[in-house]
């Protein structure tokens, strides 16, 4: 199960630098050797949407540098990690000498005809006519072939200028697209990228056929020599391959980046705002179902929105419609929902999400993140994958895992079961990643139930900090919260964790996300029906002998809502409205539900419920969504701490 982060970006860079042969060179086997491209722009345009195609594909995994000569320049001028440059390097090595290698498969037959029509002996002086649709030659052989050039009219050390200053300009290029203070339109960068390939290949190409990327060059004249070409592929038939198109490309992606800094990018730091310059901390609050996440993370978005501060919260869930967010949004907080699948395994939305608040018109200075509360394993998953690929753009805090008192009682053994064994084991991992334990509902202990709880959490985790909250009267938030705000540590721990126990453990919850549209034919206190409501729904339940994790009810209408929570079989259902008087003909209700029973009984009871119990009522779904979590399959799974 485990997946590691280098071996992810070796395949994303291999993948790439593929494509970007393929396509790019392929384009260079058509039009020497069939004459399927009448001239220069056509293949440079080629060229260019190979590369844009490329970024397109791995982007996401690797940042899509594809070319040796950039990931050197990204790590002297953009901080990348010199212990990744050796995977990178081999991995678009190989990626090329693969692409090379199926061109010469698919072209051996136009190629030995090109040979045999132009009276070209592979690995004889003249035959890199021939060998120039794998490496490259100064000056370029179809181009002096066709208007009489003699090789010694482009110099090496005229080779190497062209080469030097084209790959500076394109790696000027793409620090200025990829430096998020330009203006760059978003998702614009990998066509951008592409046409300055195109148009320094229109200029460059004549000279030196235009390499730029030592990868591009070196892996297929490798290809060229094993099949035949021999020293016309290495070293040449004027040497200076390494000087020309490996050496030159490197120390010119290096100069195009320190200009691009020196020049454009120091002068962005002054004029830019600080926010774009700092990285957006990002916190974290899993724990398990029913623990009070929603709650802390609306509580501390206020409490922080009361100092000035902005505030971003991203929500998780298996399916649309969730509670949580209506509730939230309902509160005027700036929110974004991923759905679908928890943040471990849609990584992906998650970032997405997290730069539509950081990027949006209000300016953002901390973003909450609630994971789906049967979730764990978060520190390899989601905090270590951000320390190591997004740093520069969000600062992790520790991640805090809250817990009711008494569930946490019956997981540790002190209490009566309430939750399968597999639930209970991805409470107690929960638990055992946590940088912070943090108690809520601390309101319903006395002093004594306080000292014997945190005595049994720090036998426990005895090395993992313990706090006392209470959301509901704001007891310890300040404490929290000066706590995570300003700790570095973050995902201190990465869990030994089976797999198949997770998996059950999730699979032992039925799932429901539902929205209805409720009418009355006369105007009905909806704040009565969701108290009664939740109650039917807790007493069927509770006959099934079936333990909630939670159940969540919002209902919305004119400005007006009422939401309802239920986090254990045996509490009360609490509501919370945010008007006086909620009457009305018509209102659209969300309900969420997490309990210990199938799926598909979970929804024909909580529908049975609403006709059997409430016939005035007339309840039409507008969305349905009844399941068992799938099987965890994590983007990203860090065997380490970064």
């Known amino acids: 199960m485990k997946s590691y982060g280098w071996l992810h970006e070796s395949l994303a860079e291999m993948a790439g630098t593929f494509i970007l042969v393929f396509f790019g060179t392929g384009v260079v086997h058509a039009a020497v050797l069939t004459e399927a491209q009448s001239g220069l722009w056509q293949v440079a345009v080629v060229w260019g949407a ?62 030995t005809a090109f040979e045999q029509r132009n009276g070209i002996v592979r690995g004889q002086p003249g035959s890199e ?33 062209a080469e030097a200053v084209g790959t500076g300009l394109l790696a000027f290029m793409v620090f200025a697209l990829t430096d998020r ?24 190409a004549p000279i030196t056929q235009a390499c730029f990327n030592p990868a591009r060059d070196f892996g297929p004249r490798l290809v060229a020599y094993v099949a035949g070409w021999k020293s016309i592929a290495i070293p040449g038939p004027r040497g200076g391959f390494f000087m020309v198109y490996m050496l030159a490309p490197v120390c010119g992606a290096a100069a195009g980046g320190w200009l691009y800094k020196a020049l454009i990018g120091m002068g962005l730091t002054n004029q830019t705002e600080e926010k774009i310059m700092q990285p957006i901390r990002i916190l974290f609050v899993g724990g398990f179902l029913g623990a009070g996440k929603t709650t802390l993370l609306y509580q501390a978005a206020r409490h922080l929105m ?30 974004q929902e991923v759905a679908g699948s928890c943040f471990c395994c849609n990584f992906p939305g998650l970032l997405k999400a997290a730069e539509s608040l ?67 084991y991805i409470y107690r ?3 055992e990643e946590a940088d912070h334990i943090v108690v809520n509902k601390s309101d319903l202990l006395d002093d004594a139930g306080r000292t014997r709880l945190q005595t049994l959490l720090r036998n426990e985790f005895p090395k993992t900090k313990i706090t006392f909250i209470s959301c509901k009267t704001g007891f310890g938030l300040d404490d929290w919260l000066s706590d995570v705000l ?9 869990l030994d964790i089976d797999y198949d126990t997770y998996a059950e453990g999730e699979a032992v919850l039925g799932w429901l996300n539902a929205r209805f549209k409720l009418s009355s034919k006369q105007a009905a206190d909806w704040a009565d029906f969701a108290l009664k409501y939740m109650e039917a729904v807790k007493q069927q339940l509770q006959s ?26 045996d509490g009360p259902v609490l509501l919370t409205k945010n008007a006086g008087d909620f009457t009305a003909n018509e209102t659209e209700m969300t309900f969420n539900a997490r309990v210990q029973i199938d799926p598909e009984e979970l929804q024909q009871m909580c529908v049975e419920v609403m006709t059997d119990r409430f016939p005035q009522i007339s309840a039409q779904p507008s969305r349905v969504n009844s399941l068992r979590p799938g099987r965890p399959q994590p983007t990203y799974r860090y065997a380490n701490t970064v």
Do not use: W
């Open 486 to 494: 300003t700790e570095t540590a973050s995902g201190r721990q990465i």
């Open 129 to 161: 006519r021939s060998a120039m649709v794998y490496g490259e030659y100064f000056p370029n052989p179809a181009v002096a072939a066709s208007i009489g050039l003699s090789p010694e009219c482009v110099s090496m050390t005229t080779a190497f200028l």
């Open 181 to 204: 203070r330009n203006q760059t339109p978003k998702g614009g960068q990998a066509v951008l990228i592409g046409l300055t390939i195109a148009v320094l290949i229109s200029v460059i």
């Open 358 to 424: 950081r990027d949006g018109s209000e300016k953002i200075d901390l973003l909450l993140a609630e994971p789906v509360g049967s979730c764990t394993d978060l520190s390899a998953t989601i905090i270590q994958p951000i320390k190591d690929k997004y740093n520069a753009e969000f600062s992790v805090g520790p991640l805090s895992v809250l817990i009711d008192p008494l569930r946490v009682l019956s997981v540790l053994g002190n209490g009566p079961e309430t939750l399968h064994p597999s639930a209970a």
């Open 544 to 569: 099934r002998h079936a333990q909630i994790g939670h159940i969540k009810l919002f209902l919305a209408a004119g400005g007006n809502s009422i939401s309802a929570n239920l986090t254990s079989s």
């Open 306 to 335: 009361k100092s000035g501060k902005q505030v971003g919260l991203v929500t998780n869930d298996q399916a649309p419609d969730l509670v949580d967010t209506q509730v939230l949004r309902s509160q005027g907080l700036n929110v």
């Open 429 to 431: 991992k929960q638990l």
């Open 50 to 111: 190979a590369v844009g195609l490329a970024i397109y594909a791995v982007a996401a995994i690797s940042g899509a540098h594809i070319n040796p000569a950039m990931t050197i320049a990204f790590a002297l001028q953009r901080g990348f990690p010199v212990k990744k440059i050796p995977h990178f390097v081999i991995s678009q090595l190989f990626g090329a000498v693969l692409a090379a290698a199926v061109l010469h498969t698919i072209f051996s037959g136009p190629l």
